[in-house]
Each structure stands twice: as structure tokens, then as C-alpha cells.
């Protein structure tokens, strides 16, 4: 028999991988609402309409758990880049991120577990009602099971990035199975994840019939990205004691290229012509934004308006809350708008005026000291200057009257959880520009992939393999080009043909174009850059000196920085070189510092399997480094 819900989670998580009785709710006009025991029929998933219906509470879990009665009502996901160098949560060194929490006992670890699983669920259901009548399915029903199983290896790719090797379930789980569930090996769940792939991919079209539904870019985009990932695992090392297999290395990356290559020659995507557009709603409904947009959590007024907290918590205090904050490690790794390193003495670097002459995606990203922000929360709509170094700021109304106000991000009760206190001086801008809609209640799609990362999957794939052609340079340069960012060779005409240089371009380019995307933890981890990367504090803004609250003296730190204020990369050819991770130790005295103890261990670059789970299942192996 296969077990109901309510019997598998009295016993493990992963085994709610049998029958998922769900009820749906819908976020675009094909996610509509059916009654939970249709669901539990056996004979449901005989028709076309009803595999559509299913594949509908598949969409609802790419949402990470975001649910109308969620208490905090974000995708989970969007904490993976918190728990990075580049981000930054609240409150100081307590969070998964510098390396202070239990991830065995912690409750995140388990609920990105369970809700991953769960995620499984939802797709195994499905796909084992239509089982039996694939025979007699319309075409359009077999394009929706395609989906379906694009979405799971969506979920899957997940899984195996955090844990490694985890149970992985084709199907419903059975009595036998739960006798003595066990973990696959990781190589052999990627094998799995890229066949589907291959599968899902032969049957899908190319322009979906539905805008939000996966296509065939999507499969393969996918199988690119799981590619890249399992080929930087087998080249540079996988889990705490990093073993290596350069053969196999060479396959995964072979497979990523060409699956990339196809999106990029046959898919029809582009890249939308203004950057800032795919991050606000008004922005994301235009035609040449939803070209790039693949896969996507949609939160728009199509059907059931959804809505979530993402942006509530991404605040100044001036108009809202605030809760995570980019890092200085993050901006500085923005190149100035010739193209060349803020360290390099020919690129015009100012520590006094850091922010002047960047690459454009700086500012569409992070905000900085003096920029204009627009804050609106629906019944309050304001524009004021952000400012870093005094109780008092500039605010404009509707009508660019100026006025003086108090500048609730410095002084008052909640200063001491905003940007400049909490925070190192930056807040987010990604997602985050209030123009259109309310910061309590956005609904701006969330994105989990587009068509930028699809062409960087390419570049970095053939330069992991030596394929230092000109479609390597072709495809990077695109990505620059949307910005106005220089040609990569015009910049430095020696990274032609030189893998080390041609690695540190591409990488650099998705840190900056994808920041705040859910993808800086895998890369940091497949990269192996934890130890330099995520081992040192989180510094931001110089500290202001001669500060007299008495007299209204409130010096700009900016202005007093000094020419030496300019971080270190280490030597040419290092790898903190290569990875464009700056040190502040020659001036860290004179930044704001927060995570002091940030800290680093190896056996991170897994997470290890919930304790809850192998109290259950004592015979599930848990990850190197975690104790037994």
C-alpha cells in the first residue's frame, strides 16, 4: 500500500513523498482551486483537465512555502543569500550565515527539508495517478506531466545542492521503502535529475501555452545549471573533504554547455533591454522583460492576486522595517564603469566618493549613502534622501517640495535596527524600488531563473573545459552590454585564451548580475570559497570622526576616508584574486564591523541531514562533520 499523509508525518518528512492530498490556490489563471478529495481518488489523474489541475499545486510550491497564513509570508529561499558574505540578517552573529548556529537542531534546516519534500510530493502524486493512462493522454496532458517533472527536478537540484546525497524517490513511497529508506549517492540523483530533464525537454515546446508555465528553456536551462553545479563538485571538490573526479568533471560540464547552448540559439529568449525592469511589477508585465523571465515564483494580478512580506522586511526605518542589508564584500565587487577592479590604479577609484562611476548594476541593486529612495506603504508614499551620518535627512512630497525631517535611520527607537546600525551602511534596492506598488504587500515576480544566467552557465561550462572560443567572450559581453559595461577583451586584452583570468570575468559577472537571486550559496559552495570567503566580519561604511551630538556636528565618513581606504585582493593569480573577495585588514579599524566572530568550517559546504529526520530514521548516514 501506499501510506496517506497523515500516517507519514507521524513517522519522517521524506516520506511525505507518497500520496500528497493538497488543496490548491492559485496565483495566475491557471492555478485555480479544487476540492481536497478529488485528489484522493485513485482514478483522478485520467483526463487532461485533471493533470492540469494537478500540475497546478506543483506551480504553488515554487514559492518555497510562501502561503497566505505563513507568519512571515517570504519564500524560504530568499534567506539563501543572507546566509552568505554578500547579505546579512539582523541580528549580529546569529544566523546560519556566520556559522554560530546548529543547522542539526535548526528549525530552518528542517523546514527547507520537509517543504522540499513535500515539494516532491505534490509532483510523485501526480505523475503516478496519470501513470497508467499515458497511452490514452491528449498531447497537451503529456506537455503538463513534462512540466511536472521539470519542477520536481526543480526541487531536486535543491536538495542535492544542500545535502549531497539524499533519499530520492521516482515515485510514491511504500511500505517497503519506509523499512529502510536510504540516501543515493548525489552523482547518481544528478543522473537522475538530467535524464528527466532530457525527458520533460523532448516533449515541452518552446513558447509555452501559458505565460508562467515551464518550457523547453526551462528544462534545459535547468539541466544547465544542475550541470555547471555537479562539474564544479567533481573538479574542485564536494562536501567537507573535497574529492574530486576531473573525468567526470569534464562530462557534467560538457552537458551544461550544451544544454545552455541550445536555450541560447533555439529558444527564442533575450535579454529584456533595461535591467531595472525585472525587478518591479510594472516593469516584468512588458513583453521584452518576459523573454528573459523562464521560472519564475508569480505573484501578479492574474486569477488569485498574491501577494508577500519580501520587500517588508528590506526597508529603511524611515518607512518600514528593516531585516537584511547587503554587505560592503558584495558592493565591492563591482567593477567602476571602465570595467576595471576599484583596486586598480588606472580605474579611478575615489574612497571618498565610492559610488561614483560604477557599473550600472550597483545602483539597481544596493542602495547607497545619499541616494533618493522611494518609500510607499499603500497609505504612505515618500521620497527622502538616505543618510548614513545625521538625525536629520531631506524628504520631497509629491509635489518636490523639500523639507528637513527627522531621519528615523540614525536616531529615535528603531534606529538601532536599521541600515547604519544594524546593517553596514547599505540597504537592498533589488526588488525594492517603490514607484508602483506597496512594500507591504508587493506583488512583483520573484525570479528563480532567466536567460542572463543561462548565457554565464555557458560561458563558465566551456571555460571549465578549456573552450576559450569566441562564444565564450560573446556571451559574457552580452550580459555586460545590456548595462553599458565594456567589452571583457577591450578591458583586458590578456584574459584571451587564459582560463584563470576567463574564470575570475565569469564569475565576477554572476555575482553582480544575479545578486540577491538565491544563487551566491551554491555558487561560494561549488567555487569551494567558504574559507576566505565567509571566515572573515561583515565591514561597510567608514566611521565618522569628531562626531559632537552637543554641538550638531555630525561629519560625513565618506568624506574623511583616505586614499589607502581601498581594499586589498591578495596576489595576482591567488584565489581571492581570482574570486574578487576584498580584504579590509590594512583599515578595518576604521569601517563599521558587525559578525566579528564570523567563522567557517568545511563540513558547511553541506548541510547536515535534520536531526528530526535521523531520530527517525537512526540508519540515514549523516553528512562528514557532523557527528554521529
Known amino acids: 500500500m501506499v501510506y496517506n499523509m497523515k500516517t507519514i508525518a507521524k513517522q519522517l518528512y521524506i ?114 495517478g496519470a501513470e497508467p493512462y499515458y497511452g490514452t493522454l491528449t498531447d497537451q496532458a503529456k506537455v503538463y506531466l513534462a512540466e511536472i517533472r521539470t ?63 515551464v518550457d523547453k528553456s526551462v528544462a534545459l536551462g535547468l539541466k544547465a545549471r544542475i550541470g555547471l553545479y555537479a562539474g564544479s563538485w567533481c573538479k574542485f571538490g564536494f562536501g567537507r573533504d573535497g574529492v574530486t573526479d576531473d573525468a567526470k568533471a569534464k562530462h557534467y560540464f560538457t552537458a551544461a554547455a550544451e544544454a545552455a547552448k541550445r536555450v541560447i540559439n533555439e529558444s527564442g529568449r533575450d535579454l529584456a533591454p533595461h535591467y531595472a525592469d525585472l525587478f518591479t511589477r ?138 547604519a546600525f544594524s546593517g553596514v551602511g547599505f540597504a537592498w534596492k533589488k526588488y525594492n524600488h517603490y514607484d508602483d506598488e506597496s512594500s507591504a504587500v508587493p506583488t512583483y515576480n520573484i525570479h528563480i531563473m532567466r536567460f542572463a544566467e543561462v548565457l554565464l552557465t555557458y560561458a563558465e561550462a566551456k571555460i571549465e573545459l578549456g573552450e576559450l572560443d569566441a562564444t565564450v567572450v560573446s556571451a559574457i559581453d552580452r550580459v555586460r552590454a545590456r548595462v553599458g559595461m565594456p567589452g571583457i577583451l577591450s578591458v583586458d586584452p590578456t584574459r584571451d585564451g587564459d582560463q584563470l583570468k576567463m574564470r575570475q570575468i565569469v564569475r565576477r559577472e554572476r555575482k553582480v548580475e544575479l545578486a540577491k537571486e538565491a544563487l551566491m550559496l551554491f555558487d561560494m559552495r561549488r567555487w569551494r570559497t567558504g574559507a576566505i570567503q565567509n571566515a572573515e566580519p561583515t565591514y561597510g561604511y567608514p566611521l565618522p570622526q569628531g562626531v559632537d551630538a552637543s554641538k550638531g556636528i555630525y561629519p560625513d565618513g565618506y568624506e574623511q576616508a583616505t586614499p589607502d581606504m581601498v581594499p586589498s585582493y591578495g596576489d595576482p593569480g591567488s584565489e581571492r584574486d581570482i574570486n574578487d573577495i576584498a580584504s579590509y585588514a590594512a583599515f578595518a579599524d ?33 553528512n562528514p562533520g557532523y557527528g554521529e
Open 15 to 128: 516520506a511525505s513523498v507518497a500520496v500528497a492530498a493538497f488543496a490548491l490556490t492559485g496565483c495566475a489563471d491557471y492555478l485555480d482551486k479544487q476540492p481536497m478529495s478529488e485528489y484522493l481518488s485513485s482514478d483522478f489523474y485520467n483526463s487532461e483537465g485533471a493533470i492540469k489541475q494537478g500540475a497546478s499545486g506543483c506551480y504553488q510550491r515554487l514559492k518555497m512555502n510562501h502561503t497566505s497564513s505563513s507568519s512571515s509570508n517570504i519564500p524560504l529561499c530568499i534567506l539563501w543569500d543572507m546566509y552568505t558574505p554578500f547579505g546579512i540578517e539582523r541580528a549580529d552573529n546569529s544566523s546560519v550565515g556566520v556559522g554560530n548556529v546548529d543547522l542539526r537542531t535548526s528549525y530552518s534546516n528542517e523546514f527547507i527539508w520537509s517543504t522540499l519534500y513535500t515539494s516532491v510530493a505534490r509532483c510523485n502524486t501526480v505523475l503516478d
Open 151 to 213: 519542477l520536481r527536478a526543480h526541487f531536486y537540484i535543491q536538495m542535492v545542492s544542500l545535502w549531497g546525497d539524499i533519499p530520492y524517490f521516482e515515485h510514491s513511497v511504500t511500505d517497503e521503502q519506509l523499512k529502510g529508506v536510504d540516501r543515493t549517492p548525489w552523482q547518481t540523483c544528478v543522473d537522475n535529475i538530467m535524464a528527466d530533464l532530457d525527458a520533460a525537454a523532448e516533449i515541452l515546446p518552446w513558447t509555452a501555452s501559458e505565460w508562467g508555465r
Open 282 to 419: 510594472v516593469g516584468q508585465m512588458k513583453d521584452e522583460v518576459k523573454k528573459e523571465s523562464m521560472l519564475f515564483m508569480m505573484f501578479s494580478d492574474f486569477g488569485d492576486k498574491s501577494s508577500h512580506y519580501m520587500s517588508l522586511g528590506e526597508q529603511c526605518r524611515m518607512i518600514g522595517q528593516s531585516g537584511r542589508f547587503p554587505t560592503q564584500q558584495l558592493v565591492d565587487t563591482y567593477e567602476m564603469a571602465n570595467g576595471l577592479r576599484i583596486d586598480d590604479p588606472a580605474s579611478g577609484y575615489d574612497p571618498t566618493k565610492p559610488f561614483i562611476s560604477r557599473d550600472p548594476r550597483l545602483k539597481e541593486t544596493v542602495y547607497t549613502h545619499h541616494d533618493t529612495i522611494i518609500g510607499n506603504t499603500g497609505a504612505n508614499k515618500m521620497k527622502f534622501l538616505m543618510e548614513l551620518f545625521n538625525p536629520k535627512t531631506k524628504s520631497w512630497d509629491e509635489k518636490g517640495n523639500e523639507s528637513l525631517v527627522d531621519n528615523k535611520d540614525y536616531a529615535g527607537s528603531v534606529a538601532q535596527y536599521g541600515y
Open 590 to 622: 576604521r569601517l563599521r564591523t558587525r559578525d566579528k566572530s564570523r567563522s567557517w568550517d568545511n563540513r558547511n559546504y553541506l548541510w547536515p541531514i535534520p536531526q528530526t529526520e535521523r531520530n527517525k530514521c537512526p540508519w540515514l548516514e549523516q
